[in-house]
């Protein structure tokens, strides 16, 4: 049965958080500031994912059009790829996005329940129909790491990660289940890895980020509930810098955190003209390349580069 919802006391309380982390240095929280550089705009409904290439390409999903759309380095438009429909080079509310670094674009092709395989200028390549245990495999995103020859792919519904091997597309291993333990998922949504190849989650209603080594042991946990620096309210976007420091957008509380890869808070992505936590709209996917941080503003319709410039002490 479902319960009724206040809906007045969840937008205060959550206002009551974003206005605990707004107030960044005056709380004593760290400061990460970004420079805006540029936004992109191109007729997106409701954006979830960007990758970006070795050269510099800007890929993104632009899901509810069941389209990819691809940008230059200043976020020019170059060209798109893709339709709605089953067929192959074909999308249904396409999430996620991976481009390996031998220039290969992986799509989380989550409403036709596979994984397709392009080309850096979006021809058709291959697919992977996903396994799935119970319900029909919902894919959110999808992580290549061609050095050890893996693909792993977040099942949304079936609250797992599933672990294929790229020379003969079959599934080796599925990581977690349904439940709230460590090792356990509940709507895993999108994957990053470190240096060390590490994975990291975004398990969004356990409202946490699991991390597990590359032969699939679990490491530790990240964040947890609450209203406190390091906390959550929903978890989306995951993306990690050439320092292993972890970035995890906040789609509710509009805001982006920063952490050790040991899971210790490090900061919050800060607004430097105002000294303070920058405020973003729903923000989603995440992907850092050369020192820039692309952020999707989902429900803006827009994906937002900065430079990360440093912090506060």
């Known amino acids: ?112 329940h596979r994984i397709q395989i392009f080309g850096p200028t979006g021809n058709y390549l291959n697919q992977i129909k996903l396994h799935s245990k119970i319900e029909a495999a919902d894919p959110t995103d999808v992580a290549v790491n061609e050095s050890l020859n893996r693909l792993y792919v977040a099942d949304n519904d079936n609250h797992y990660i599933l672990v294929y091997d790229l020379s003969n597309m079959q599934l080796l291993q599925t990581l977690g289940a349904p439940g709230i333990e460590e090792r356990e998922f509940r709507y895993p949504f999108q994957l990053a890895f470190d240096n060390h190849k590490y994975i990291y989650i975004t398990d969004v209603v356990n409202t946490r980020v699991q991390v597990f080594s590359p032969d699939g042991r679990f490491v530790t946990v990240i964040g947890g509930w609450g209203v406190e620096k390091g906390h959550f309210f929903r978890p989306k976007g995951i993306a990690i810098d050439n320092n292993n420091r972890v970035y995890v957008s906040d789609s509710y509380m509009g805001v982006i955190q920063v952490f050790k890869n040991s899971g210790e808070f490090y900061s919050a992505i800060g607004d430097s003209d105002k000294n303070s936590v920058k405020k973003f709209v729903t923000p989603a996917g995440l992907f850092i390349y050369n020192d820039i941080l692309y952020v999707v503003e989902m429900f803006a319709d827009k994906i937002s580069a900065y430079k990360i410039i440093g912090d506060t002490e």
Request: hydrophobic letters at 40%.
């Open 1 to 112: 049965m479902f319960r009724q919802v206040n809906l007045a006391g969840v937008f205060c309380f959550i206002f009551f958080i974003s206005s605990i982390l707004a107030s960044g240095s005056a709380y004593g929280i760290r400061l990460t500031h970004v420079k805006h550089l540029f936004d992109i705009t191109h007729g997106f409904s409701q954006p979830s994912d960007v990758a970006v290439s070795k050269d510099g390409h800007i890929y993104v999903v632009d899901g509810v059009n069941n389209v990819i759309k691809v940008f230059n380095q200043s976020g020019k438009f170059d060209f798109s790829f893709g339709s709605k429909g089953p067929f192959n080079g074909q999308f249904k509310f396409p999430l996620g996005i991976d481009v390996s670094t031998s220039g290969k674009v992986y799509i989380a092709d989550s409403g036709n």
